[in-house]
Structure formats: C-alpha cells, structure tokens
C-alpha cells in the first residue's frame, strides 16, 4: 500500500512540476516579444544636426509611449530643424548665463535652430516665459520626463531644459517641420531587442 501512494505522490508532484514549466514558458515569449519593441543603442552622448532654415517654432508638446517619454517641436515650414541636444550638470541661458533650475535626476539641454520669434518682426510664435515650465505641457505621471523650462531664444536660436528621472538613453529624429526627442524608460529596456 505504501508503494501505490508513493508512486501516486510522485505522479502528483511531476504533473505540477510539468505545468509550473508550461506556465513559465508560456509566459517567456511574451515578455521577449515586449522587451524586443523597445528601441536600442541610442546612448547618452550629445547628438546634433544640420538646419535648413530658421523658421520660427509654433508649438512645443509631449506624449507618452510604451518604452519611452517624447517630446516635439513644431516648425510648420521650417523643413529639416537643425539641433544640439546634450546632458549638462546646469542649464544656463545662453546670453545672460544665467541659472534656470530644472526638476529631475538629469537635465537635457535641447537647442533648436528656430526662434521663438518672427525674425522680420520680433513678434512671439510661441508663448515660453524664461525660467517657467513650457506652457501646454504637463509631465505629471511620465515615466521619464520630471520637468520642462523654457530657456528663451537668441540669434534665431531656442533653449529648451527637459528635466529626467536619471541620465537615460535619448535619439533625435529631424522631421520635415518637427523636431522629436525621445528619452527610453530604462537602459534594459532600450538594449534588448
């Protein structure tokens, strides 16, 4: 009698040791197949580009997405919107050299060649204050972006400071009147794949 419940324990133990490891399984080509739509090997380095124009910026707006935070600026007529966007320590403005302070583990420095201006007539395209968080734009409950502050325009050129959680993983994408900066959740998320 002995034998017969041990060999039906043993039975019993395999079976859920059998359905533990289709479980497990069933459950890795899941997470690969998320992991592997994140993007990858953007880096952290400074990352610049060539402009065609200086046509004022419009409009400047964020969204969320799966594996990363976004940001966009509007050029509607600017063509390719040349850039520089790099990490600093602080984000100064340029001319005054003066502070703006900006919220987050890091600070992304993003210079766009566009004005917050008409250059024929100085009148504002787009309604920023020095110092104060860009209007329209609400980062609350962002995986990534903590804080924004507009840092002004000189010589047809506009500052932008995007506060972020740490130093993450960033690309730029030129697009015809747009300029896109993503910025990845993680570093594990942006190296699978």
Same mark, same amino acid.
């Given at each position: !009698?002995?034998?017969?419940?041990?060999?039906?324990? %043993?039975?019993?133990?395999?079976? %859920?040791?059998?359905?533990?490891?289709?479980?497990?399984a069933?459950?890795?080509?899941?997470? %690969?197949?998320? &992991?592997a739509?994140?993007?990858?090997?953007?880096?952290?380095g400074? +990352? *610049?580009?060539?402009?065609?124009?200086?046509?004022?910026? +419009?409009?400047?707006?964020? &969204? @969320?997405?799966?594996?990363?935070d976004? !940001?966009?600026?509007?050029?509607?007529?600017?063509?390719?919107?040349?850039? =520089?966007? /790099?990490?600093?320590?602080?984000? =100064? /403005?340029?001319?005054?050299?003066?502070?703006?302070?900006?919220?987050?583990?890091?600070?992304?420095?993003?210079?766009? #060649?566009?004005? *917050?201006?008409?250059?024929? *007539?100085?009148?504002?395209?787009?309604?920023?204050?020095?110092? @104060?968080?860009?209007?329209?734009?609400?980062?609350?409950?962002?995986?990534?972006?903590r804080?924004? @502050?507009?840092?002004?325009?000189?010589?047809?050129?506009? /500052?932008?400071?995007?506060?972020?959680?740490?130093?993450?993983?960033?690309r730029?994408? /030129?697009?015809?009147d747009?300029?896109?900066?993503?910025?990845? =959740? #993680?570093?594990? #998320?942006?190296? #699978?794949?």
């Open positions: !009698m002995r034998r017969i419940g041990a060999a039906l324990a %043993a039975l019993v133990l395999a079976g %859920a040791g059998v359905g533990a490891a289709a479980t497990s069933g459950a890795a080509p899941a997470t %690969a197949a998320r &992991a739509a994140c993007p990858t090997g953007w880096g952290s400074t +990352k *610049s580009g060539a402009a065609t124009g200086t046509v004022p910026l +419009k409009n400047i707006r964020t &969204a @969320r997405h799966d594996c990363y976004r !940001m966009v600026v509007d050029v509607p007529g600017g063509g390719d919107v040349g850039y =520089h966007v /790099q990490y600093v320590d602080r984000l =100064h /403005q340029d001319g005054s050299g003066d502070y703006i302070p900006v919220g987050g583990g890091a600070v992304l420095e993003i210079r766009v #060649s566009a004005p *917050s201006y008409a250059p024929d *007539s100085g009148t504002p395209t787009y309604p920023g204050n020095v110092g @104060r968080p860009l209007p329209g734009v609400d980062v609350d409950g962002y995986s990534t972006f804080d924004t @502050r507009f840092a002004g325009s000189l010589e047809g050129e506009t /500052q932008i400071g995007l506060g972020v959680r740490a130093r993450l993983p960033f730029v994408i /030129q697009l015809p747009r300029l896109v900066v993503d910025v990845a =959740h #993680s570093w594990t #998320s942006s190296r #699978s794949a």
